[in-house]
């Protein structure tokens, strides 16, 4: 698999989870401690999330890692599926 793949599907279940909680990436920035540019490089598959950033974010949007990684690894199934 392609890390920037990964990345992708990463910043998609973020901006998902963000957006269908009506928050904007400056809030989100703000309750998990983060910059808002950074969100946005997540958002857009441009960074990848150490584990300790990503326990931020999913703590802020209050899932678990493994059911946020759990969205993730779904997502990428599908994909490859369709490939």
């Known amino acids: ?3 920037n793949k990964l990345d992708r599907f990463l910043g998609l279940e973020i901006q998902r989870r963000r957006t269908e909680k009506g928050w ?3 809030y989100l920035a703000e309750i998990s401690g983060l910059h808002r540019t ?3 490089q997540l958002e857009r598959g441009l960074k990848s999330p150490s584990v300790r950033v990503l326990s931020h974010i999913t703590t ?3 899932v678990t890692m493994s059911e946020f990684l759990q969205a993730v690894e779904e997502a ?3 994909d490859r599926r369709r490939d």
């Open 76 to 78: 990428l199934s599908a």
């Open 24 to 26: 904007s990436q400056e």
């Open 38 to 40: 950074y969100i946005s």
């Open 60 to 62: 802020a949007l209050g």
């Open 1 to 3: 698999m392609q890390l």
